[in-house]
């Protein structure tokens, strides 16, 4: 017989073959489908997210400031002389400013500000990734939870906040992550969610501190959950160490170089509120106003989320479901916290629309909770409903953007998108970047105050030019700053309507017009709130 001829296979052995395709087939399928739409998700959310953002940036110059310094102090870390890992700063969680460094690598990315949008992008995108694939593991039927995550990923705050570099969606992708988490080893229960879960809420607390508030809710339901499954002691055990070892270990690493550079262990809790572009005065109202204040701005800023809170919690009672409580107690917390942190600093400051956005992704982890309660007939009805309820929330977001009066930079984005017109923030800093370029060469011959300049040391491109608190610490640069003669060539300062910065404090004539320079110093060249003054004039400035 032939080589090339085969023989036929028994009926028997052939059958048992089709049987197996018919079997990897689907999991074939089913295996493409887990990882293609989360590609497919992250693709087009990074696209338009990142795409919108660098035309903001670029096109409409609405860049923020926070984010702006952020992006500088990781610029620092490679381009600064000498280059050091401690230009991150200690005033805000670390990971703000690392989360920047791949882009602050590449020169072009940082100082045409693009590294801005296209890392929140990064992190917009893969929230809406975590909330896609939650609700795929609640059982919510792709059209709908497509419909669900798109119209929440055009909200106003959360699309604004995913373009404009700031670290809103980085702290939002780990606590929801978190939170998806625990619902899925709540239904599932697996033992590596558990570590998982707590590695997302130490990255969550070292992107913003008050992440942390979530770990006692979701531990005290972990511990509930086990004990309702009549888990012994060691597995509870077990348990509360893998939720809390990981958060206790990066606080601790923090405080450890916080000590290591500083001298101060506790130096990060000094600065446990973010910075803001706001007011930071006392608060002018009384406590009810102020509690009053918050309440509106929570039932205003997402519509649906007080909605969803109670419906959830009176569901999840009768169930007696420990997840539901969980997730409805989760959006109270959202309010909670915001409302112990006035408490605790006594500034409208925290009253902007930023800081009170901690809970609206947990939001659409709740709705697929309760979708995930109802018959299927029942769920397509309520899950229009939701759909209906989250397009409606798009306006009053963008309202609530555009007249509450602790608004940030949300209406200067929403006008800047409606007028497109530029807000010409970029353009100060680039023309004096450029000045100083052209005319002052050289390394270290520039003071500033980085907290109100570092627009201008990124534009620049060349950070070794400047002297700042990042290089010297605060104590010498005080000391050059009384004492610059025969030190220092050059003071820049911004004219800030906000406030002098450290070196007009010093020297008043420097930011108010109407006061008289000091005798040692000479306007070179101003533009806008910048201006750059030489020093000793009447000697040749030397490079060095």
Do not use: C
């Amino acid at each position: 017989m032939s080589p090339l001829v085969t023989r036929p296979l028994p009926p028997a052995i052939e059958l048992r073959q089709e049987r197996a395709r018919q079997r990897q087939e689907p999991e074939l399928s089913s295996l493409r489908s887990r990882f293609l739409e989360p590609v497919l998700v992250f693709a087009a959310a990074f696209a338009v997210y990142g795409g919108v953002g660098i035309w903001a940036a670029v096109g409409l110059e609405v860049v923020l400031g926070d984010a702006e310094a952020r992006l500088e102090h990781a610029f620092s870390v490679f381009w600064n002389d000498p280059s050091k890992l401690a230009a991150i700063g200690f005033y805000w969680p670390p990971l703000q400013t690392l989360v920047l460094l791949p882009m602050a690598a590449v020169k072009p990315l940082a100082m045409s500000l693009v590294a801005l949008p296209l890392t929140s992008a990064l992190f917009g995108a893969g929230l809406l990734v975590v909330l896609d694939r939650s609700l795929t593991s609640l059982g919510i039927e792709r059209a709908l939870r497509w419909a669900l995550v798109a119209v929440f990923g055009l909200n106003p705050m959360i699309f604004f906040y995913a373009v404009n570099g700031m670290a809103e969606s980085l702290y939002l992708f780990f606590l929801t992550l978190a939170l998806a988490l625990f619902v899925r080893w709540a239904r599932h229960p697996h033992w590596h969610d558990l570590p998982l879960i707590g590695l997302a809420f130490a990255f969550g607390v070292l992107s913003r501190y008050e992440v942390g508030v979530w770990l006692p809710l979701v531990l005290v339901a972990v511990v509930a959950i086990l004990m309702r499954r009549r888990a012994d002691v060691p597995q509870i055990e077990s348990a509360i160490l893998a939720l809390v070892l990981p958060v206790g270990y990066a606080l601790l690493l923090w405080t450890f170089l916080t000590w290591s550079i500083l001298g101060d262990p506790l130096g990060w809790l000094k600065a446990l509120f973010p910075r803001s572009a706001g007011t930071t005065s006392a608060v002018p109202e009384p406590l009810t106003g102020l509690v009053l204040d918050a309440l509106e701005i929570h039932l205003t800023l997402f519509l649906p989320a007080a909605a969803v809170a109670a419906v959830v919690l009176t569901v999840a009672v009768r169930r007696r479901s420990m997840v539901g409580l969980a997730l409805g107690a989760s959006l109270v917390l959202n309010l909670v916290t915001t409302l112990l942190i006035l408490l605790r600093s006594q500034s409208t400051t925290f009253l902007e629309l930023r800081y009170n956005m901690r809970g609206m992704p947990l939001v659409l982890l709740a709705l697929g909770w309760l979708l995930m309660t109802l018959a299927p007939a029942r769920r397509r009805l309520a899950g229009v409903a939701a759909v209906g309820l989250l397009v409606l929330a798009i306006p009053a977001t963008a309202w609530t953007m555009l007249t509450n009066e602790h608004v940030g930079a949300e209406r200067v984005f929403l006008r800047a998108l409606l007028s497109l017109e530029s807000t010409g923030f970029v353009d100060e800093q680039r023309t004096m970047a450029e000045f100083i370029r052209e005319h002052v060469p050289g390394k270290n011959r520039v003071l500033t105050d980085d907290a109100k300049t570092f627009g201008i040391a990124l534009l620049d491109g060349h950070p070794a030019r400047y002297v700042d608190r990042i290089d010297v610490g605060d104590e010498t640069w005080l000391e050059l700053r009384d004492h610059p003669i025969g030190r220092i060539d050059y003071f820049l300062v911004r004219r800030d309507p906000a406030g002098p910065d450290l070196i007009a404090i010093r020297y008043p004539g420097l930011h108010d017009e109407s006061l008289a320079l000091p005798s040692f110093t000479r306007v070179i060249f101003v533009h806008g709130q910048y201006a750059l003054y030489a020093i000793d004039w009447q000697r040749t400035p030397r490079g060095r």
